[in-house]
């Protein structure tokens, strides 16, 4: 079951004493979503908590003591480790090398190229339909994430228009489209899918029943 907790992308900081603020927390309390790699996939967990040498996060999905893992609090900036502890949806992760946390986990509205920042995103390859008053086209998704996908088009489809989208297990959604490039096209949800709904959701696509006893 996970937490009632809203998962946002700030930060909430521990009772660290305003000095201790300034000179960089050694322990944060955080709860933001995040992008979490271990073999060939690619997941989104809430970050509960991180230090210099590694976080909890709540998961939903199977990994187990001494997997390895790789975390993006920030889109860009992989930082690898292990799990060292599991208790039910929970897992500790230690990083390969201490990192520094403010650099990590502060909040940003543009990147590094002054794009503005998105939410975490999976790589994808499935079919989805995209049904609009010209009729239903099909389109293959590239990656997805709680507020989108981008898709491999056979032609660009018209800026700004509203579209109904159906993704494999999940009913019709609104959507815009945002841009063209390339033979690929991004759509944007009229109404982005929650956290719990966005994991039922990968629950339901990979298969993931559990976790390991």
């Not at 590694?54 to 799990?83: C, F, M, Q, S, W």
């Not at 897992?91 to 543009?110: K, N, Q």
């Not at 959604?173 to 929650?194: D, I, K, S």
Request: proline share 6%; charged share 25%; aromatic share 8%.
């Amino acid at each position: 079951m996970f937490m009632e907790d809203k998962p946002t992308g700030g930060l909430i900081l521990d009772s660290a004493d305003a000095h201790e603020r300034r000179s960089g927390p050694r322990h944060v309390k955080v709860l933001k979503v995040a992008k979490l790699l271990f073999g060939a996939r690619e997941e989104l967990c809430i970050v509960r908590d991180i230090s210099s040498g590694g976080l909890k996060a709540e998961v939903y999905y199977p990994l187990g003591v001494n997997d390895r893992v790789t975390i993006e609090l920030t889109e860009g900036n992989p930082v690898p480790g292990h799990v060292v502890w599991r208790a039910d949806d929970l897992i500790g992760v230690s990083f390969d090398r201490p990192v520094s946390v403010i650099s990590i986990i502060a909040h940003r509205t543009l990147d590094r190229l002054g794009r503005k920042t998105r939410s975490p995103r999976l790589k994808a390859d499935f079919t989805a339909a995209i049904l609009s008053g010209s009729g239903e086209r099909q389109v293959q998704v590239r990656d997805v994430s709680q507020a989108g996908f981008k898709a491999l088009a056979d032609r660009p489809f018209p800026l700004g228009a509203l579209c109904e989208v159906r993704l494999p297990g999940l009913n019709l959604r609104r959507a815009f489209v945002r841009w063209n490039r390339e033979g690929h096209c991004g759509f944007q949800f009229a109404l982005p899918m929650t956290y719990p709904e966005f994991v039922g959701w990968r629950r339901q696509l990979a298969g993931y029943e559990g976790h390991p006893g």
